[in-house]
């Protein structure tokens, strides 16, 4: 493969970096749980994206960047399936998702 | 593939198409009002991330990102929302107070972010070794990070085993 | 061998005993072995004292030392040393306190608590005994506090009256001021010495002039300050005539003979001090010329025969301070020796009399001397004693106290041998009052009618105290077991001795004037005392309300201490609690304001997180810090 000397990497961080401020942005603001859930998953995408362009634009002779990225996606499939089960739990307890009417740690 | 890599023209215009299908979904997952639109909006957005993989030349990568994500992952998703419908007790708001602050916290780290990101001078290698890129990931995983590997299956049958204990109906 | 453990045995073997009576003979059945152990332990004593004298007078002193204590960089000893002074102390005390007990067991016979008293008296015997024995300042301390402890249980033996209870308290607390004075003596010596505790090695200090003069008047004053209140020297003498609530016994060894001479022993002990600072010596030779007046002057309206020996002694002693300060230790220590003769026997005689007629109020006694011959006759001998007549040791000793105010190098000298001569007069007026009223005349109640004498247990320390009180003056000559003088033997530095035969004359005068006053005011009847109170009410009630000192105490306490300690409460209550409370309520202020952070919502907590992501962010990379340079190693 040859290289992309047209496209700069501050483009691919560009987009990581918007790509995490939205997701950062959901988990501030959704009320519904699987809605900040949504928002973990695009910030986790996010870094995805930056550790495959410092791979690629880091020589892409050593794979740590990939290695990475793989563990990343593995553990955010655990870490969904883990959350989501919780929020059930939450859900049959308070009859409710949103998170901003669970406040029982408040005081 | 390849094709699409040569020429000054449509490897940027791939990429910004790319962008566009990352960003723009995301927004929407971000701000959609109903949770099942915001949960499928992540669909287009997860695989346009696999396009970026690809036209980063990490095509194994972009293969596991479609499985795992966009297969599994928002199907489980999609599963969870239909079993939390909510009953609807009158209060139909999608977002809560925060937006303001929100909006100020996300785009000051993001502003901030850039900032640091757009003065370094990366040290970008001027020839990738783009060879056979999935043999080498293989063989990374395999030995060097072969403990990273079997640690990640591990935490994924806690993981399993933990969210069936979680999520089991209360004994009666 | 110079000294050995047997030391130790002098003031052990009493304490054994006592705490043999504690285990064995406090049950009723029991109780008959007490007395036993008690004069068996200081029989024991005296012969050990008696040994110890004989090897130590006029040689070098007997010593032993044993480390008992090492705590921040002090070293404290358990030690005892047998000098000339504290060897013929020792067989004093010694001999006094077995003929009391051997006294008590007749007087004391059928009382309730019979076991206990001995036990309390074995006690109060070893600390005494201790005290003297004792070779440093801290370890005199330590049993000064215990002869206060036994004279409080055993002035107040008959705890379930309320005088006795609260003359004991008033004896505790009263001494406690001067106590206070000593332990500050000690302490500055422990700071200002480089914790020298030795009585040898503080005399060398003085002497060689390593402590400052300031230092050295303020110790003499502080430790004054506790003889005064152990020896009931004005004004904390209000406690000893309350004292006589105890058992008559207990007045004659501990208040009389023993605990209340401690104040002059340790004057002596520590006369070092007093004679690099002048100042100090005149204090104390003030001090006792004012007692040795006023509490003469109190004793000659006393109507309680207990209370005039009380008065009488607190006088007394203040002879032996007056001699001490005006520079004549040795005359000071000789009339403590013959004083505890003779005080001793007019106490235990007293005792005789009340034990027969059931009162101490001697208005109701009289013509007891052809019932109760014996006891009469010794007393008589006591009073003789007391009142400085020849042959009679009371009369060595006092005219070797006047000897040495009237040759003293205290400045005003002269006035003081005056105001000692009035006191001399009254001494000898007041004791022979307390004698005539007792024993000649008729008797003035039915009890006098019917008394008999004593048994031979009560009487045989009787003639044994007489035939001392008679034959002390013979010390000078000779100590026995000894080939010394008194004269010879106690004495700091150089002594002096002057012999006056215008002084003779004139304290054989005094004395003898006084005993005329006596018999022609209450003998003869030629002089009517009660036609004296009306005559002059206001000295009457002047002597009779004891110079009212016990009112200005009283008022001491409830205004100016109580005012004291309502500020101190007030404060504490206040300020110091109002500092903790304080401090509670500012954490319990500063919790409800910080609570608004705990808002129970995920996503504040979550948007407070990344604010301070960006701040970190910010602060670390601000200035031109390379992200590169932080992951990659440099070339």
């Known amino acids: 493969m040859t290289s992309l000397p047209t496209i700069p990497i501050q483009a691919y961080l560009l987009v990581s970096v918007l790509l995490f401020a939205i997701g950062l942005l959901a988990v501030f603001v959704r009320r519904n749980a699987i809605g900040v859930l949504l928002g973990i998953e695009l910030m986790l995408n996010a870094a995805n994206i930056n550790f495959v362009a410092f791979w690629r634009y880091g020589g892409a002779a050593r794979m740590e960047g990939q290695v990475f990225t793989v563990v990343v996606i593995t553990v955010a499939a655990a870490e969904a399936a883990i959350a989501l089960a919780i929020i059930l739990n939450v859900y049959r307890r308070f009859k409710t998702a949103n998170v901003d009417q669970i406040n029982l740690m408040k005081g | 593939m390849a094709q699409l890599q040569s020429g000054s023209f449509w490897g940027p215009l791939a990429f910004v198409c790319l962008a566009i299908g990352v960003l723009l979904p995301a927004v929407l997952v971000a701000l959609s009002r109903n949770i099942l639109h915001a949960a499928l909006w992540l669909l287009p957005c997860l695989v346009s991330v696999a396009g970026l993989f690809l036209l980063l030349g990490a095509e194994m990568l972009a293969a596991i990102q479609i499985l795992v994500y966009c297969g599994g992952i928002v199907v489980l998703i999609l599963f969870a929302i239909m079993l939390t419908q909510d009953v609807g007790h009158g209060d139909v708001r999608v977002l809560n107070q925060q937006l303001l602050w929100g909006l100020i916290g996300a785009a000051a780290l993001a502003g901030v972010l850039l900032h640091l990101l757009s003065r370094e001078a990366w040290p970008v290698a001027a020839r990738p070794q783009l060879g056979d890129v999935t043999g080498r990931l293989a063989d990374a995983l395999l030995s060097p990070y072969v403990l990273a590997f079997e640690v990640s299956s591990v935490v994924l049958l806690v993981a399993m085993i933990g969210a069936i204990v979680i999520a089991r109906a209360e004994p009666e | ?635």
């Open chain 3, 1 to 635: 061998m110079l000294g050995g453990f047997e030391l130790y045995l002098i003031p052990g073997l009493p304490l054994l005993a006592c705490l043999l009576i504690a285990a064995l003979a406090l049950r009723p059945g029991r109780e008959r072995i007490a007395p036993a152990l008690v004069i068996a332990a200081l029989a024991g004593s005296l012969v050990l004292s008696v040994q110890a004298l004989a090897r130590a007078a006029g040689h070098k002193p007997l010593s032993m030392s044993l480390p008992w204590l090492s705590v921040g960089g002090l070293t404290f000893d358990a030690s005892a040393l047998v000098d000339n002074l504290s060897g013929v102390m020792l067989v004093v005390v010694a001999l006094v306190s077995l003929l009391v007990q051997i006294y008590s067991i007749g007087y004391m016979r059928g009382e309730i608590g019979y076991g206990r008293y001995f036990a309390y008296m074995a006690l109060f015997s070893g600390s005494m005994l201790g005290l003297v024995i004792s070779d440093n300042i801290v370890q005199t301390y330590i049993f000064w506090e215990l002869v206060g402890i036994c004279s409080y249980l055993l002035i107040g033996f008959w705890y379930r009256r309320p005088a006795a209870a609260a003359a004991a308290k008033k004896a505790f607390v009263v001494t406690r001021f001067g106590d206070l004075g000593f332990l500050t003596a000690v302490l500055i010596l422990s700071f200002q010495g480089g914790g020298i505790f030795g009585f040898q090695q503080l005399e060398h200090m003085v002497k060689a002039g390593v402590l400052s003069s300031g230092v050295v008047t303020a110790v003499a004053l502080l430790l004054f300050s506790g003889a005064v209140g152990k020896s009931a020297q004005f004004p904390l003498h209000i406690w000893l005539p309350d004292a006589m609530e105890g058992p008559t016994p207990v007045s004659a060894l501990i208040h009389a003979a023993t605990m209340v001479a401690a104040g002059v022993y340790l004057v002596a002990r520590t006369y070092f001090f007093f004679a690099a600072a002048p100042s100090a010596l005149f204090v104390v030779a003030l001090i006792g010329l004012l007692t040795q007046f006023f509490a003469a002057t109190m004793g000659v309206a006393e109507n309680d025969i207990k209370r005039v020996l009380a008065y009488s002694t607190i006088s007394q002693l203040g002879w032996m301070m007056l001699a001490l300060g005006a520079g004549g230790y040795t005359a000071g220590v000789f009339h403590l020796t013959t004083h505890a003769f003779f005080k001793a026997l007019l106490f235990l005689t007293a005792g005789s009399v009340i034990h027969a007629v059931h009162t101490n109020n001697m208005w109701q006694m009289g013509g007891l001397g052809r019932r109760m011959p014996i006891t009469a006759l010794t007393c008589l001998v006591g009073a003789l004693a007391l009142a400085g007549i020849f042959p009679l040791s009371g009369f060595w000793s006092k005219d070797e106290i006047l000897t040495s105010v009237w040759s003293s190098p205290l400045p005003g000298h002269q006035i003081f041998f005056l105001v000692a001569m009035i006191g001399a007069v009254l001494t000898a007026f007041y004791m022979f009052r307390l004698w005539f009223l007792t024993f000649s005349g008729a008797p003035r109640s039915a009890e006098a009618g019917a008394a008999h004498e004593s048994p031979w247990v009560m009487t045989g320390p009787l003639v044994v105290f007489a035939a001392l009180a008679i034959a002390a003056g013979a010390l000078k000559a000779r100590v026995p077991w000894t080939s010394f003088g008194f004269g010879e033997l106690v004495r700091f530095g150089e002594g002096r001795e002057v012999v006056s035969f215008a002084v003779i004359g004139l304290s054989l005068g005094a004395s003898l004037l006084g005993i005329a006053v006596a018999w022609a005011a209450y003998r003869a009847k030629v002089i009517s005392p009660a036609a004296f109170n009306a005559r002059f009410p206001a000295i009457y009630r002047l002597l009779k309300n004891a110079w009212y000192f016990n009112l200005l105490w009283e008022l001491f306490a409830t205004r100016v201490v109580i005012a004291g300690s309502r500020l101190a409460a007030w404060f504490d209550r206040h300020i110091v609690n109002g500092m903790v409370d304080g401090v509670g309520w500012l954490s319990g202020w500063a919790g409800r304001r910080l609570r608004v952070t705990e808002t129970g919502q995920m996503q504040f907590y979550a948007l407070v997180f990344i604010i301070g992501v960006i701040a970190c962010l910010v602060v670390v990379f601000g200035r031109e810090q390379s992200l590169v340079s932080l992951v990659v190693p440099r070339p």
